[in-house]
């Protein structure tokens, strides 16, 4: 029998899913997506609700996690689960990732002003969202208007960059996680600041395999691929490396075939594109979990997702946050009991 590798037992084990109670704290989960929040916070023993447009990504949610997942387009004054403890989500990133052209506020696709208005409606204990780093630089007027809709609604805001690699994550992704809570709050500990796991410990013996639907790199896409590495001045060719965490794995470096696409050079020298698991293992999703749709439409909710590991220490921290005796509401932060018509014009 082959070795277990250790990194698939840390998932397995941190990611199971313990008996739904009703007792458990009721989490919203705001463009849900297939469900990589939400598995921390189900595996952190909160009960959780989606809500996401795509069809796939709803099935893989449903199939995979214990809440349910509704499908519909978002828009502000929706009717969504009453009684949630907490809302999460990730509103969507395209405004403020560089391949969405950072349209902030102009872009349609925006996300944030239904967030806020589904916190000003239904006033959880705690918010939480996550989005792309680069909107607390091009995007941060907009990013300081979103703190200041929170603290109008009587929240303490505070933010975070989150190396996925520091928390038993293989891949160094950083994202912007802002809380918006009534008390005090606090991050959850760096577990593996100093020994993360490397791509190698993530994939075994994956990384030198070939499966018959492998899709290599033709010689074409070598040549491209060489030209893009010398134009951008890599020093270290942008093959994953087994002996570090991955770097951050997206939707476009999964499924597209770009210079930047994640690819395994292969003992015989011939470059591969990676998998879907492959692309799942390096986001912390354990083997049991199953994506639905096409090939595209997997990579593009792994890429998209929060990796459940990285889910799970954050959920453990709002989990630690709930249980403490700063409930509820302190004279500092009175937290308001109605929706209130917020001032900033963009809400
Ligand atoms: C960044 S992904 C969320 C990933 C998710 N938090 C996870 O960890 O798996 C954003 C999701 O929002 C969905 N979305 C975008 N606009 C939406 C809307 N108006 N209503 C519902 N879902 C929407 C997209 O389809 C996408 O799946």
Redo the contacts with the bound molecule.
């Keep these: 029998m082959r070795n277990r590798l250790p990194y698939l037992d840390f998932i397995e084990k941190e990611l199971q899913l313990p008996e739904t109670e009703l007792s458990q704290p009721l989490v919203i989960d705001l463009?849900?997506?297939?469900?990589?929040?939400a598995l921390g916070f189900e595996a952190a023993g909160f009960r959780t609700v989606g809500?996401?447009?795509?069809e796939d990504?709803c099935a893989t949610y449903r199939h995979n996690l214990l809440g349910s997942c509704h499908q519909?387009?978002?828009?502000r004054q929706q009717d969504l689960v009453e009684g949630a403890a907490v809302i999460i989500?990730?509103p969507?990133?395209q405004p403020f990732s560089v391949g969405g052209h950072q349209l902030g506020l102009r872009d349609s696709?925006d996300?944030f002003p239904?967030f806020i208005d589904a916190v000003n409606r239904y006033r959880p204990q705690l918010a939480l969202f996550?989005n792309v780093r680069g909107m607390l630089f091009r995007n941060k007027a907009y990013f300081e208007e979103i703190v200041i809709a929170l603290k109008e609604l009587g929240y303490i805001v505070e933010w975070d960059i989150l190396n996925a690699a520091h928390y038993g994550v293989p891949q160094r992704r950083e994202r912007l996680f802002c809380v918006a809570h009534r008390g005090r709050w606090t991050w959850p500990k760096k577990t593996h600041l100093n020994s993360p796991y490397t791509a190698g410990e993530a994939l075994g013996e994956l990384a030198f395999l070939a499966p018959l639907d492998s899709k290599f790199l033709t010689p074409s896409m070598d040549e491209y691929v060489k030209k893009y590495e010398i134009a951008s001045k890599c020093i270290r060719p942008r093959d994953l490396h087994l002996d570090a965490p991955s770097r951050t794995v997206t939707c476009r470096n999964l499924s597209a075939p770009t210079g930047d696409m994640l690819r395994i050079q292969l003992p015989d020298g011939r470059r591969r594109r990676l998998t879907v698991r492959e692309g799942a293992r390096l986001q912390s999703f354990p083997d049991w979990f199953e994506f639905k749709g096409n090939e595209e439409s997997q990579c593009n909710?792994i890429g998209?997702?929060?990796p459940p590991i990285l889910?799970k220490a954050i959920a453990c921290s709002v989990k630690a946050y709930l249980d403490s005796s700063e409930q509820p509401a302190s004279e500092e932060s009175p937290l308001l009991s109605q929706p209130i018509q917020l001032s900033l014009k963009l809400f």
């Design positions: 463009f849900a997506g297939c469900g990589g929040l809500y996401e447009k795509l990504a519909l387009t978002l828009i989500g990730g969507p990133c696709r996300g239904i996550e909710q998209n997702a929060v889910a």
